[in-house]
Structures are given as structure tokens and as C-alpha cells.
């Protein structure tokens, strides 16, 4: 594979507003695809923002009808803003594109920047991400005074954690032991190019989740390198981390395309 470029657009007080950043992956897009610059990784922080993918449920949104941008990407919705890293890899990839090796291999540089900073993190089947785990469902805390068995979330299709108090919260599943989201990921490939990417939750303030129901999942929550590490860690520390693996990971990549017959 090619050599990965890497472009720094804001972060901190220079924060790039998402709609600003997504017309600049369009205009990424748009070289790459035409030849005439390398594959690309855009990396920065919004300041505090909602998007939404294409698989996202109204019951999924903010309650207080809160603005929530609809975006392109696959996924639900989830929260961006300061002390998150943000990073979008604009990549040629080949055809038939095989977004699950593509998804792989992001989650991969990912599980390998917590190693490095001593967290050791996970994947979890059917959920894309990266995640830490929790106990054994045994082994948790009882919620609400209920048994696990008795969990509404897992037993009432009509139950709504946010209207059930901060024991529910996504931001406290740390508390209660449960597996938790550490970095997201929801992309797009468009024309054999990618678009979107994923955001490491370095050391934000994840009661911004509780407002929504994050990538549309009830039973497990959000994290941080810095809650879950116990100490105070900034994504300028975690940048060039996060570079360093991105190169070793994708650039080191075999690409393939997707077996005609298999699942996109």
C-alpha cells in the first residue's frame, strides 16, 4: 500500500466545526479519487456536535430535540467534541471493497494505542469499535436492586435509559462494570474511496452520551483512556501514538478485495 499522509486540521481553541470538516473529506475525496494526492488521514476534535448515521432511530436522538446533524456514514448516532480524537482515513481502497477488513484494520491501531498507553482494550462480535470489557454478567453489580436477569433494558423494548436516572447512564457503565465503548467507528465508501473513520475517546466529558442512546446500544456504555487509566492524559499526547500505528497498521496492510459472493 501507499504511504499514509497525515494532515492536523484543528484541535483545542482551533476545534474544526463538523460541517467544515466533512466538506473538506469531500474535497479529500474527491483528489484521491482522481490520483492526485495519497491516501489521506484527516485528523482533529469538534467542538460538541451530534451526528447521526444512516441507521439511526428517532427513539435513538437527543429527547430535548437537541440539533443532531445527519451525515452519510454507516452507523447510528453518536457525539463528537473536545477531548475526543477524531480521524479520517481517506483511502483508495480495492474493488469490490471489503469494508469489514477496512473496519479491522482501524479497530487494530486502535486496540494497539491503548496497549501502549497500558489499557488494554477489545472487540466485542457484532459491535465494531473498540471496547473495554466489563465482569462477567455474574459478577456485576446488581442494578437498580434488580437482578441482571431482571434488566428492563434487555427485557422491555420500550424502555428508555435516559429517563431512568444516572444509574442507567451510558457515561457510568464503568460503575457498573459493563462492557464499555472506548472508540467508535462508522465509515462510508464511496467511488472505491473511504470516508468518516473513528473517534478515541481521550478524555472528554461522556455525560455528553447520556443525552442520546450512543450507536443505538442500551446494555453498555462509554469510556475513556483517562477515566479508565486513572490518571490525566490529552489527545496531544495520544496523537502521535495514534499516527504511529495508523501508518504501521495500514500501510503494512495487504489489500484485497472482497470475495465476489461475500457479504459487504
Known amino acids: ?22 466538506q473538506k473529506q469531500r474535497e479529500v475525496h474527491a483528489a484521491r479519487f482522481a490520483d492526485e494526492i495519497p491516501d489521506t488521514c484527516l485528523l482533529l476534535e469538534h467542538p460538541p456536535v451530534y ?3 444512516r441507521r439511526t432511530e428517532e427513539r ?24 475526543q480524537l477524531v480521524g479520517y482515513p481517506i483511502m483508495k481502497l480495492p474493488r469490490p471493497v471489503d469494508v469489514i477488513a477496512h473496519v479491522r484494520r482501524l479497530e487494530d491501531a486502535l ?26 454478567v455474574e459478577s456485576r453489580p446488581a442494578l437498580g436492586g ?7 433494558r434487555l427485557q422491555d423494548d420500550e424502555f428508555d435509559p435516559r429517563l431512568n436516572g444516572p444509574e442507567y447512564a451510558p457515561s457510568n457503565a464503568g460503575q457498573r462494570r459493563e462492557d464499555r465503548k472506548l472508540a467508535a467507528i ?3 465508501i464511496a467511488k472505491g474511496v473511504s470516508m468518516h473513520g473513528f473517534s478515541l475517546n ?44 495508523l501508518r504501521a ?12 459472493g461475500a457479504p459487504a
Not at 486540521?9 to 474544526?16: H, T
Not at 430535548?64 to 477531548?83: E, F, L, N, Q, Y
Not at 498507553?117 to 465494531?128: D, K, N, P
Not at 461522556?206 to 490525566?232: K, M
Open 1 to 22: 500500500m501507499s504511504e499514509l499522509r497525515f494532515v492536523r486540521l484543528g484541535f483545542g481553541g482551533e476545534a474544526v466545526e463538523y460541517q467544515e470538516a466533512w
Open 146 to 152: 434488580l437482578s441482571l436477569d431482571f434488566d428492563p
Open 249 to 260: 497498521v495500514l500501510e503494512q496492510a495487504e489489500l484485497r478485495p472482497r470475495p465476489v
Open 202 to 245: 481521550v478524555n472528554p466529558d461522556n455525560t455528553w452520551f447520556d443525552r442520546i442512546v450512543p450507536c443505538g446500544i442500551r446494555d453498555a456504555g462509554v469510556a475513556s483512556l483517562a477515566n479508565e487509566l486513572g490518571r490525566d492524559i490529552t489527545v496531544a499526547e495520544v496523537l502521535p501514538v495514534v499516527e504511529r500505528h
Open 60 to 83: 435513538e436522538r437527543p429527547l430535548d430535540g437537541t440539533p443532531v446533524i445527519d451525515v452519510d456514514r454507516g452507523g447510528k448516532i453518536t457525539w463528537h467534541g473536545p477531548g
Open 111 to 136: 486496540i494497539r494505542t491503548c496497549a501502549e498507553f497500558g489499557l488494554e482494550t477489545s472487540r466485542i462480535e457484532g459491535r465494531s469499535g473498540v471496547w473495554v470489557l466489563g465482569d462477567p
Open 51 to 53: 451526528t447521526a448515521g
Open 186 to 188: 462508522g465509515i462510508r
